[in-house]
T-cell receptor
Framework: SQTIHQWPVTLVQPVGSPLSLECTVEGTSNPNLYWYRQAAGRGLQLLFYSVGIGQISSEVPQNLSASRPQDRQFILSSKKLLLSDSGFYLC???????????FGPGTRLTVL | GEDVEQSLFLSVREGDSSVINCTYTDSSSTYLYWYKQEPGAGLQLLTYIFSNMDMKQDQRLTVLLNKKDKHLSLRIADTQTGDSAIYFC????????????FGSGTRLSIRP
């Protein structure tokens, strides 16, 4: 069966520090991968998605970036965090067959 | 453009049925989804319905789709305290392969 992992679970970082969040998927190959941000426990904002290694589509301009160095690994990064980057970051994967997406447990990021 | 709308809150008595409603704009959506998010957790796929279906039932969950009115509903029979969560409606996007558009979520609270 497929599983998706995210780490760290929680993170507290100072403004201006770098960021690296990691997401890995097991039990499937060539998945579509997604990064979302959720503010204040409400709606989801799609940040990036990837349909293959090295293929990244950005949905909103921001100081975040994403990379996919391996088929089942998706990384969200920033060189300098802003206060507004605080939120709950969710990674998801999908097969593209039914467009269904399956979510990881999330990373709670607090920028102080 | 593509948009999915839901009411923000719903309160029901334990043991009653809960009905969460959603409207969407993209009549060409192939799939429509319901996700559940418990506090501090990722989104869990509850069910999805193919656009050529009117109804789908799975144990206590019943999904009704009215394509003419672009209205989707989720009925939870015999609502329990464990059903307290935020419920997200979503539709598959025609603008880009394998993207789905989420509503802002309905927070379901259960009163004794």
């Amino acid at each position: 069966s497929q599983t998706i992992h995210q780490w760290p679970v929680t993170l507290v970082q100072p403004v201006g520090s770098p960021l690296s969040l990691e997401c890995t998927v097991e039990g499937t190959s060539n998945p579509n991968l997604y990064w979302y941000r959720q503010a204040a426990g409400r709606g989801l904002q799609l940040l990036f998605y990837s349909v293959g290694i090295g293929q990244i589509s950005s949905e909103v301009p921001q100081n975040l970036s994403a990379s996919r160095p391996q088929d089942r690994q998706f990384i969200l990064s920033s060189k300098k965090l802003l206060l507004s980057d605080s939120g709950f970051y969710l990674c998801a994967w999908g097969t593209g067959l039914t467009d269904t997406q399956y979510f990881g447990p999330g990373t709670r990021l607090t920028v102080l | 453009g593509e948009d999915v709308e839901q009411s923000l809150f719903l309160s029901v008595r334990e043991g009653d049925s809960s009905v969460i409603n959603c409207t969407y704009t993209d009549s060409s959506s192939t799939y429509l989804y319901w996700y559940k998010q418990e506090p501090g957790a990722g989104l869990q796929l509850l069910t999805y319905i193919f656009s050529n279906m009117d109804m789908k039932q799975d144990q206590r969950l019943t999904v009704l789709l009215n394509k003419k009115d672009k209205h989707l509903s989720l009925r939870i029979a015999d609502t329990q305290t464990g059903d307290s969560a935020i419920y997200f409606c979503a539709e598959s996007s025609r603008s880009s392969a394998s993207k789905i558009i989420f509503g802002s979520g309905t927070r379901l609270s259960i009163r004794p």
